[in-house]
């Protein structure tokens, strides 16, 4: 596939903090990239960087040779319009400011008010706006132009269901003439929208692909949960340790492990317990979702 | 196109955030007349004077009060406010308290004094004093009122003349300048000061709100974004210097300065306080910062331009012969020489031409210090 944008070795310090230490990817045109990472990881500046707001300390950020025009949209993660105008009056403003014919940038505005449902308010000052709509607008502002890539930074934060469902929806209409990068800490949503997705941490690179090759690269596997009725016994767990599963976690009464054959164990498992005159309340078997991998990945501790 | 588009969406903006129009609109119109007010509410301060008779039943005492509350100006105003006492500790303290602001008093013997020598031409005369804060510049010039009423009292009814004469002659107008007038250009400067806050205003709202990322992101140039938003403010800066000249006119000002001249210089001006708004803006990042940091060189181009307190003047250098002082570092104290001269001495192009190059200049060193400050914190 053609890429877009490339980010090649992308560092960037804020005095003794390496907020974005040594990061490369690429991202291909026409799709939608997932970038993912926990508060503070970094996702923002290298957004910034990646858009031209800020200047890397040292790597480089290529844009596609075959077309040097390339337009950048960006909606950035704070609502970002301007109160004392309407929306229709910031829209057309917008289009103005990037060239637009006047018929286009009509054309282009009644679309995006239209598609973002704010065609009923288009005439209301912005600072009048619920915050839903205001958070619409901001997303409506970033894509006036039709930019080649749009930067999305958490643009469903603060939305209800019924905005969210509108906001992907529309999200998902404009990838085929705009790449999509978006941020989100809703996984569910990254992992349904994300043809590709990134995570960093701590501003280092993580993984990056579609979700079942994080999946399967990173040796995640399918998750195992089996609650046991009253306490396990030691020969049950020296069965499972020994014979079939080294590492398992114990957390009460649940006995949680990894497996890429699950299937194949519980049988064993269900044998052994019989054995042991141990009954088991449920056993349940899951793919793990991408919040597991997310979280197998940057840790359980809480960041600024 | 992009220019027009920044222009019209400033100016919509401007117009919406009412509340900073306001001040900026009615502020220097406000002062004229609060101005007025202090001086009277007739264009000239009336003085005031405590005096204390001691020469109770004397005649020439009697009639030199009359004169002193006689007193009046060309057009026909009292000049001094005379309050008699008895007590002299309270009229020393009212002095002090600045409820006054000189103390004559006439000597027990004054009238006896006077008709002594009119009667024999032999005699010492009375001593009359005044008493005054020498740091009150009403006192020196109440004082100076005093004193020449009092002469030519004794000059009049002694028969006495003195051996020069002095004769009159008014700057400007063929006509007395009243003290009002001479704060007119100052307060006109002082509505264009008032912009500095709705230039900081269009730029602040932009940085508070991360608007200005946007504007960067796309394809307008600061520079044309700078355009639009001075061609906003010299716009507004002209209807608060209008608002302000109506203001004066409907409390009496008058001048035949040229109204057209009035407005080159006062778009000038609007030019250099936009410069320095910009500059000042580039240090404030919200609209709190704005009105409080803000006031910081607001005050300095309100006091430092001889608006209100007359400064020493430090030379700095001379071109062609018009000497640059170090205040005139600032647009607004030129400008206000430069209104000064236009309004009240009647001033042609030619006369103050020194003034409006000087400010041009200043404006576009300022202006241009703004826009690298700008470009350099917002990398747009």
Known sequence: MNWILKADALVKRYGDITAVNDISFEIFRGEIFGFLGP??????TTIKMMSGLLKPDSGKVLLDNSNSNISIGICPQHIVIWENLTCIEQILFMGKMYNLPPEEIKK????????????????????????????????????????????????QAGL??????????????????????????????????????????????LCIGTAGEITTNNGFEDLVEIDIEGDTNK????FINKELIPAFSISDSRITFNSSNPAALVENILK????????????????????????????????? | MKTFACFIKTFKENLRDWKILILAIVFAPFFIYLMYLYMNGSGSAAYNVVLINNDINGSFSTELTEELENLKTEDGRFVLNILKITDSTEARNMIKNKDADLLITIPESFSSSLDRYI??????????????????????IAASFFDYTLFNYICLRTGTEI????????????????????YVPALFVLSIIMILFTTGASIVREVEKDTITRLSLSKVRSVEFMTALSLNQIILGLVCLLLSYLAAISIGYRTSGSVPLLLLVGALTCFSVIAVGIITSCFINTMFGLLTLGCFPFFILMFFSDCFLPLPKIDLFNISGNQVYLNDILPTATATRALNKILNYNSSFSDVSFEILWIMALSLVYYFIGIVLFRKKYRY
């Not at chain 1, 978006?182 to 990254?190: I, Q, R, S, V, Y």
């Open chain 2, 163 to 182: 051996p020069v004469s002095i004769k009159y002659e008014y700057a400007g107008r063929g006509k007395t300048l009243k003290e009002f007038d001479l």
């Open chain 1, 235 to 238: 020969e049950f767990l020296h």
């Open chain 1, 160 to 205: 209800d269901p019924q905005s969210r469902l509108l906001v992907r929806e529309y999200i998902r209409t404009i990838k085929n003439k705009t790449t999509v990068v978006l941020t989100t800490h809703d996984m569910e949503e990254a992992e349904k929208l994300s043809d590709r997705i990134c995570i960093i941490d701590k501003g280092k690179l």
């Open chain 1, 108 to 155: 282009k505005g009644i679309e995006l008010l239209e598609a973002l449902g704010l065609t009923g308010v288009k005439e209301r000052l912005a600072r009048k706006l619920s915050g839903g709509m205001q958070r619409r607008l901001n997303i409506a502002l970033a894509l006036i132009h039709s930019p080649d890539i749009v930067f999305l930074d958490e643009p």
């Open chain 1, 39 to 44: 508060n503070g990881a970094g996702k923002t």
């Open chain 1, 272 to 304: 052994s317990a019989r054995e042991n005159n141990l009954k088991i309340k449920s056993l349940q078997m899951r793919k793990k979702s991408l919040e597991d991998i997310f979280i197998n990945l940057t840790g359980r501790s809480l960041r600024e």
């Open chain 2, 119 to 140: 009667n024999s031409r032999n005699g010492l005369f009375p001593t009359v004093r005044s008493y005054g804060d020498q740091a009150n510049t009403s006192y020196m």
